[in-house]
């Protein structure tokens, strides 16, 4: 039996309600094949615990998380806590500290799922983007200068290392070489006269190495009309920390809404813990009643899965996912339905179990 050591950090509003699913699904799978077997252990850090503590995260903290196999994150942010505080003191911290440099977020249409655009086929919106997780414009360099008088100025500065660039770039090269994809740069070279040119030279010299790879590299303006207009240029995209932020909202709004955005915050290397973590927020407006959509967190345990070499049980959790969409009896209000949060994941789970019987 492989035994996988799980962090759970279910953080603020829906985070609880919808990471519990998550972790329902995963006893499921345990269930389903005796050889895989999770141990989860809870950690309370987060927004309440800063207003309880004045930290986002214990003293010990990041030394805690060393010790297990990965983190599965609920959401982060609460009113009364300024966001960059939620952000930098509890996920960036997490990202930055397990340097987590790659940023997984499918940008798939699945079955069952609405789309905002017209006369689009599935066919046409399935792509990964690859997101630089550590560094860009979200490395926290900069200053604040005569704050308060006349001549304030602040400095945000992007940072774009050799190594930080070449890395997710060649993650995203071997990727679409293993799945036989296209590969698509998103810049914006003309505006960003040193970051972006660096990038784009980067992205370049590295495909020298992969001649089989067919690459295309867009303007982050233009490839957000495309997104829009020619979803089915894109398979594997990778982009900076910013942009690719941006990007995967989009992506989420035209496969299905941020109630099916899962995201994977991956250390290739497995020196230190990779996060799984829904990336729809913690919409406190909702949090407690049931109306939250858990299935953003269960893909993002297909993910998991995925990373822990279970692709076959990854796969099925997802499937499980669109049948349960297709079916449409269980499904949360911002899908249409009226079922509560715990109802949909049971679904998910009957689901599984159906199609695990013909595995």
Known sequence: ?????IAVIAG????PEVISEGVKVLKAVSKLNPEINFEFTDFPW????????????ADDGMETLKKFDAIY??????????DHISLWGLLLKIRKGFDQYINLRPVKLLNGAECPLKNVDRSQIDMVVIRENSEGEYAGAGDWLFKGKPEEVVLQTGVFSRKGCERVIRYAYELARKEGKTLTSISKANALNYSMVFWDEVFEEIGKEYPDVKTYSYLVDAACMFFVKQPERF????????????????????????GLAAG????????????????HGSAPDIAGQGKANPLAAIWSVSQMLDFFGYENWGKAVLDAIEKVMVEKKFLTPDMGGTSKTNEVGDAVVKALEEIAANM
């Open 1 to 5: 039996m492989k035994s996988h050591k």
């Open 12 to 15: 603020d509003g829906i985070g």
């Open 46 to 57: 987060g927004c309440e615990y800063y207003v309880k503590t004045g930290k986002m995260i």
């Open 73 to 82: 994150l609920g959401a982060v942010g609460y009113p009364g806590v300024p």
């Open 235 to 258: 398979q594997i995209v990778v982009t900076s920390n910013l942009f690719g932020d941006i990007v995967t909202d989009l992506g989420a709004a035209i496969a299905g809404g941020l």
């Open 264 to 279: 994977a915050n991956l250390n290739p290397e497995r020196t230190f813990p990779s996060m799984f973590e829904p990336v």
